[in-house]
């Protein structure tokens, strides 16, 4: 840890820079928190390791998972509450998340909703009813965590959370909607005063003797700079998915695969408070991706290299990777008929991820062997499916009826073996209020943190949109509680 040790205080004997909040990361957690602190009256300062802000939250699909009856959910025809969409969290993130930081989310949704709407992100009022990973279009909301789909429309009542900034003029390949979230908040911090310097790499805490983080030292154009703190610092640094030692130690499945990570997420922020003695959560869970078009794998059944279903092929796309991946050693195929490929392709969906099969037969014994799957097994598996695809039924797994159709012929298969990647999930642990908490369970002095660089409201499960969602939420506690230190 010496290339993060904390710098003290009384060894700075000038300041470069300084200002009330000094935020690390200009991504939606650091903008999110660089408009709150400013709002409170702060002044603010935001360091950028790129030459532009941004981060991947500028890259990525744009969804903020919110619900709780947000005024876009109403505007498209759905109800929803606070404690709907917590008991849909409390089951989807996955054992060991945070049930006081999810109820914490739930009710605080529809406020900031609002938040970003006052901001200026724009959101179209309609709904995308579609399988994808993203809309095709500029509607702005879709579900995006499997909320429809089994066991969770037993655990609470399916309400789309998905909202996605309206991306205009939006063509398939080009720019995506995170670029309209992140362009409001960038002018609106502008606009309040805030102060951003780029191709800043921070490098260490500075603290005074109490323990207190008073400020930052950094390099910029290969000099040397310090930046004070005069109430607090807030980390908004991303993940540690391109820091190749800590993912081969936490996360070791999805090493060398990042996916909805830059290059900045080496983990360096994460690594600057655990030299004071932050403590982390979470830190071996991920997303994990799966790269196959949801058109398809609605159509289709999923099976392991025993030729056995083991996920619902309308779930959440994250979730079917992520049981491929660590309860199925990454091998998966997918076995859909000529009509279901057809209409795949003639969906309403993004041409960039559609798979061809790899194997293409007459019958299902046929492919079997073909695919080299046990003798029997994939006969047997498609039988009982097509068996209640025809009375409109899934007993096995629960795939909702729109989706079920009996496998004729001719019938194929794509190999998905390896076709998943990720990021992690895990980081610092922080207080509601975004304080970074000490190993000891004492919050750090003046170090607050949000996005990515912590332990979020996922553990071992996902929606898409919820690192934009509690990025952007706890940014924003983060800047308020540094503007009040």
Request: include cysteine; glycine fraction near 12%.
């Amino acid at each position: 840890m010496t290339d993060v040790r904390p710098v003290p205080a009384a060894s700075v004997a000038t300041w470069d820079h300084e200002a009330d909040v000094v935020v690390a990361g200009y991504g939606v957690a650091g903008a999110a928190a660089a408009v709150e602190a400013a709002g409170a009256g702060a002044d603010v300062l935001v360091l950028e390791r790129a030459g532009a802000w941004g981060g991947a939250a500028a890259l990525a699909g744009g969804f903020i998972y919110m619900g709780g009856g947000t005024g876009l959910q109403k505007a498209c025809g759905f109800d929803d509450s606070a404690e709907n969409m917590a008991a849909f969290l409390d089951a989807a993130m996955g054992p060991g998340a945070d049930r006081e930081r999810i109820a914490d989310y739930a009710e605080g949704s529809v406020a900031h909703f609002e938040w970003l709407v006052a901001c200026g992100v724009p959101f179209k009022p309609e709904f995308f009813g579609e399988p994808g990973w993203e809309p095709l279009g500029d509607q702005g909301l879709m579900y995006s965590g499997g909320e429809d789909a089994y066991p969770f429309n037993t655990v609470a009542k399916p309400a789309p959370r998905g909202h996605v900034p309206q991306m205009q003029n939006k063509k398939q390949g080009q720019a995506s909607a995170g670029f309209m979230l992140m362009k409001p908040l960038v002018q609106r911090a502008t606009d309040l005063g805030v102060r951003a310097l780029y191709d800043v790499r921070v490098q260490s805490l500075v603290v005074e003797s109490d323990g207190r983080v008073v400020g930052i030292t950094a390099r910029q154009y290969g000099t040397d700079i310090t930046v004070r703190a005069r109430r607090g610092v807030v980390l908004g640094t991303g993940s540690f998915a391109f820091n190749e030692s800590m993912m081969a130690r936490f996360t070791p499945r999805i090493a060398g695969r990042p996916i909805s990570a830059v290059e900045q997420h080496d983990g360096h922020g994460i690594r600057m408070a655990q030299a004071l003695g932050a403590d982390l959560a979470h830190t071996d869970a991920t997303e994990v991706a799966f790269v196959v078009d949801p058109q398809q794998l609605v159509r289709g059944i999923l099976v392991n290299a025993r030729g056995q279903r083991y996920v619902a092929e309308d779930t959440y796309p994250g979730r079917a990777g992520q049981h491929t991946l660590y309860y199925q050693d990454d091998t998966a195929f997918l076995i859909l008929d000529e009509q279901a490929q057809e209409e795949a392709l003639a969906s309403q969906t993004p041409k960039l991820i559609l798979r061809k099969p790899k194997w293409v037969c007459e019958t299902v014994a046929e492919l079997e062997a073909e695919m080299g799957l046990p003798t029997g097994s994939l006969q047997d598996t498609v039988a009982r499916y097509n068996e209640g695809a025809a009375r409109g039924e899934d007993p096995v797994l629960h795939k909702k009826a729109r989706w079920l159709r009996p496998i004729g012929s001719p019938v194929g298969a794509l190999d998905l073996r390896h076709a998943t990647g990720g990021f992690p999930l895990g980081g610092l642990r922080t207080t509601l209020h975004a304080q970074v908490l000490h190993v000891s369970g004492e919050p750090i002095p003046g170090l607050y943190a949000a996005g990515r660089c912590t332990a979020g409201l996922a553990a071992w499960g996902y929606a898409s949109g919820i690192s934009l969602g509690d990025g952007s939420f706890y940014g924003r506690r983060a800047g308020r509680s540094a503007a009040r230190a």
